[in-house]
């Protein structure tokens, strides 16, 4: 073998070796991405729950549901006001915000009513207690050292449900999104 056929043989396993690190950093680049959109869906989860009850408040206590909105004196408040069509989209803009905020609302009543059944109906003391860390904190808006108490628990034990429950919740709200592919 000569030296022709070594330089060419060492600049193909340098050209080798090249791509294999490109595909090595792309699969991790990819990885580091996934794992930051699966914490990321866990977050958002653990946001949604966190403000459930403000939500409720929301669409049950708003001040205008859009009949009102239209007929109310509002409207001859901003008549007056320079620019009809802004107007207009301001209010369109509130009515919409008050129909995604039900919608989502709804959406998550029925993710925590189908996640807290499946837990009532469970054989596994774990995830039943999960479900009812769930709802005394987040539905009930109790502390944890109320539920460690009424749970017979450490309040060590109830972070650690919320975590675990919000991670089984995550993908009802989102979808396969909200799934970690381990």
């Known amino acids: 073998m000569g030296e022709d056929a070594a330089a060419l043989i060492n600049k193909r396993l340098d050209e080798m070796e090249k791509k294999i690190i490109a595909v090595v950093k792309q699969e991790l680049t990819k990885e580091k991405i996934e794992v930051k959109r699966y914490n990321k869906k866990l977050h958002n989860s653990k946001l ?3 403000n459930y009850k403000r939500f409720q408040t929301h669409c049950t206590e708003s001040q ?3 009949t009102q909105l239209i007929d109310s004196e509002l409207i001859e408040m901003i008549k007056d006001a ?3 069509d802004d107007n207009n989209i301001y209010i369109e803009s509130i009515l919409r ?3 995604r905020t039900a919608i989502m609302l709804n959406h998550i009543k029925r993710v925590l009513d189908f996640y807290m059944y499946t837990a009532e109906s ?3 003391e774990p ?3 999960r479900a009812k860390v769930i709802k005394y904190k987040y539905i009930d808006g ?3 050292e109320e539920i460690a108490a009424r749970l017979n628990i450490h309040t060590r034990t109830v972070d650690k449900d919320i975590d675990k429950a919000i991670a089984e919740i995550s993908p009802l709200l989102f979808g ?3 799934i970690k592919l381990e």
Do not use: H, M, P
Request: proline residues 0%.
């Open 48 to 50: 949604l729950l966190r």
């Open 64 to 66: 205008f549901t859009a």
């Open 82 to 84: 320079d620019n009809i």
């Open 97 to 99: 915000t008050k129909e």
């Open 122 to 124: 469970s054989d596994q």
């Open 127 to 129: 995830y039943r207690r």
């Open 142 to 144: 109790k502390g944890n």
């Open 176 to 178: 396969i999104d909200g």
